[in-house]
């Protein structure tokens, strides 16, 4: 498995602000995702977060909303834009340390909540 | 795309007995299909998984059965515990590609 620190757990933030997530690996990993799980429901790819070029968005998710950054092979951000309250929900990576092997492991999620 | 479905959506089983959840997939090409397991307020952990070169896999208690023909494969927990109560998620990844498709889930209710 992998140890898999995600930042903030969670936080209550106002319409129209941004928050930005971190997700910390503590050794290097081939592909990282971000997801959101809206309350009650499963679990929705955002997008793949490619080291050292942009980040593969998922049907129905865009760039200028969630701006993803991924610097190195073990850290990677994502940040929520002009939130409003749909935004609200747990947003979680995952990690998978082999290319092929497609284990994920996830952190343990950012619970955030827009008024 | 893959879509996955999986049923029943609630489960409630008296403890000591046998829970089974079914998934199902529409990508001929998928060939990795793992189990996470997410208790309330916890990240989802995977449980189980098995690839498309096996027809069944078990770890203790808990066993997972492929049909690639029908393109189905499916949860069993025997024995079941209160700690086995859960929301449980099925998924599944073509073969190249890296990302997963859930399934909507299902809550596992252990009865004591």
């Known amino acids: 498995s992998a140890v898999i620190s995600q930042k903030p757990s969670r936080d209550i933030c106002q319409r129209g602000t941004s928050l930005t997530i971190q997700c910390q690996v503590d050794s290097q990993v081939t592909m990282m995702f971000w997801y959101r799980q809206q309350p009650g429901q499963s679990l929705t790819l955002i997008a793949t977060a490619n080291q050292g070029s942009e980040a593969t968005y998922e049907s129905g998710f865009v760039i200028d909303k969630f701006p993803i950054s991924r610097p190195n092979l073990t850290f990677s951000t994502l940040t929520v834009s002009n939130m409003s309250p749909e935004d609200s929900s747990i947003y979680l990576c995952s990690v998978e340390r082999a290319a092929g092997g497609n284990i994920q492991y996830f952190g343990a999620g950012t619970r955030l909540s827009v008024l | 795309g893959e879509n996955v479905e999986q049923h029943p959506s609630t489960l409630s089983v008296q403890e000591g007995d046998s829970a089974v959840i079914k998934c199902t997939y529409s990508?001929?090409?998928?060939?990795?299909f793992p189990w996470y397991k997410q208790e309330l307020g916890k990240r989802p952990q995977l449980i189980i998984d098995i690839r498309s070169n096996v027809g069944e896999k078990k770890d203790q208690r808990i066993a997972v059965t492929l049909n690639k023909t029908a393109k189905h494969f499916s949860l069993h927990i025997t024995e079941t515990q209160p700690e086995d109560s859960a929301v449980y998620f099925c998924?599944?990844?073509?073969?190249?590609?890296?990302?997963?498709?859930f399934g909507t889930g299902t809550r596992l209710t252990i009865i004591p």
């Open positions: 990508d001929s090409a998928s060939n990795y």
């Open positions: 998924a599944a990844s073509p073969l190249g590609n890296e990302k997963l498709t």
